[in-house]
């Protein structure tokens, strides 16, 4: 009788092992499944990213991802239904965000973007603290500190920027002008009162409002750091100095976007050596600006794998543009090549920020002077000292240079223009309390 039972024991236990290595329809069912919220714009990045971190896994995945369209009227009802989803915590596991809405209409409105302030969005509580992730990233420790604070608060890092920009000051490396790249610390309105507006070229600070207003303001303070007086001062100046331009056909130095086409076609000129000063801001804090990023919603249930994923965007493979790859049976796989040229921006990636310079110009054979041009480049880089996502600050400022644009170069307006600038000035200030108090 012991024989028999020992026997049967042994017989079951043998099926119940076979049942459960036997393949069946729902070991489909057991695959962990991340979700993501993305733009439609990276939809090529996106999918490349997920081919090759399912390849290079060991661990079954799932990803269901939802495409953030780029036509207005489609966009306005799924962005409010993701943030209702988002706001509510029931959003996506992760988020991988790009400005390109907004960079290519000035005219974008609150209600077609899923985060129209990711500044005010870190307060929310919606994102998942990615610090215990952060500390133990050597790759994380090698990227643009002064830009990946932006997505932090109380040196808690809820949103991780990929890419950003920032306004310089361009000229020639053996310029004469009495401009230092120190003099980009000082408060634009005090800095009008020790250079001469050519060494700014103050003209070009008139049409770049949003460019100058950096990032003073405090959402938790709800303060600004500026006057209304400051602005009028700085408006005036540069009303006045425009006039000058355009009557002398003067061609000072000017101020360049620090990303993509204006940089790049710009400084492969054969023999000609460049510096960069980030612009001055009216709170004399240089300030770049996120153009993509990323981050974990607060209810992720495999917040250790979805970090894995959310980290590809600042890996050297990527930021370079050379691409992940794979050694599989008899080849090399390959993923994401030039994947990173599809962000708006600067990559955040400082070790490979050179090889991707060299790369977007186009060359596999930097000469001196584009290796010297990409060593200043970095220099002004370095010279940044605040971060911010974009904002209704800078629709503000595309108001107000549409507001001056139109009687800026007509003499015979200077009384028009003036009141012009006393009403922008205003505005400028009251809109931007406003956005802060809100």
């Not at 994380?140 to 310089?168: E, H, L």
């Not at 049409?207 to 207003?213: D, E, L, Q, T, Y």
């Not at 002398?248 to 993509?260: A, D, E, K, Q, V």
Request: net charge negative; hydrophobic share 35%; proline share 3%.
């Amino acid at each position: 009788m012991k024989k028999i039972i020992l026997f049967l024991t042994l017989f079951f236990l043998m099926v119940i092992l076979w049942v459960s290595n036997f393949p069946n329809s729902n070991s489909a069912a057991k695959k962990q499944t991340l979700s993501i919220c993305t733009e439609e714009i990276l939809k090529p990045v996106v999918e490349d990213m997920i081919k090759y971190f399912i390849d290079s896994q060991d661990n079954a995945m799932d990803f269901q991802v939802t495409y953030i369209p780029l036509e207005t009227m489609q966009r306005e009802g799924i962005c409010k239904k993701l943030r209702t989803e988002l706001m509510s915590g029931k959003g996506k596991d992760i988020y991988l965000l790009s400005e390109h809405q907004r960079l290519i209409d000035l005219y974008s409105n609150d209600e077609n973007l899923l985060l129209p302030d990711a500044n005010k969005i870190l307060y929310s509580g919606v994102f998942m603290d990615l610090s215990p992730f952060t500390a133990s990233d050597s790759s994380f420790q090698s990227c643009f500190t002064s830009v990946t604070k932006a997505g932090t608060v109380k040196n808690k890092q809820y949103i991780m920027p990929f890419s950003f920009d920032f306004c310089a000051l361009k000229r020639k490396a053996d310029n004469t002008s009495s401009l230092e790249i120190d003099d980009c610390e000082i408060p634009l309105a005090d800095l009008l009162d020790q250079k001469k507006p050519e060494d700014l070229n103050t003209a070009e600070l008139l049409f770049n409002v949003k460019n100058w207003i950096g990032n003073s303001f405090d959402y938790q303070a709800g303060k600004v750091f500026f006057s209304k007086e400051d602005v009028q001062k700085i408006l005036e100046v540069s009303a006045i100095q425009d006039k000058k331009t355009i009557d002398s056909g003067s061609n000072n130095p000017s101020f360049i976007y620090g990303r993509t086409q204006s940089l790049f076609y710009s400084t492969v000129e054969e023999g000609t050596e460049y510096e960069y000063i980030p612009a001055p801001t009216i709170n004399g804090k240089p300030t770049a600006t996120v153009f993509s990023y990323g981050a974990i919603g607060r209810t992720c249930r495999q917040p250790e794998t979805a970090y894995e994923f959310l980290r590809l965007f600042w890996q050297e493979e990527f930021v370079s543009g050379e691409g992940f790859s794979i050694e599989k049976e008899g080849f090399t796989a390959h993923y994401c090549i030039n994947s990173i040229f599809e962000l708006e921006g600067i990559p955040i990636q400082s070790k490979q920020w050179e090889a991707w310079y060299i790369k977007k110009n186009g060359t596999n054979s930097p000469s001196k002077t584009l290796l010297k041009n990409a060593d200043h480049f970095i220099d002004a880089i370095n010279y940044i000292t605040d971060t911010r996502f974009l904002c209704t600050a800078d629709e503000i400022g595309n108001e107000i240079q549409n507001m001056l644009l139109k009687d800026s170069s007509d003499s015979k307006n200077n009384i028009k223009m003036q009141k012009n600038i006393e009403e922008a000035s205003e505005m400028l200030f009251n809109k931007i309390r406003y956005m802060v108090m809100e």
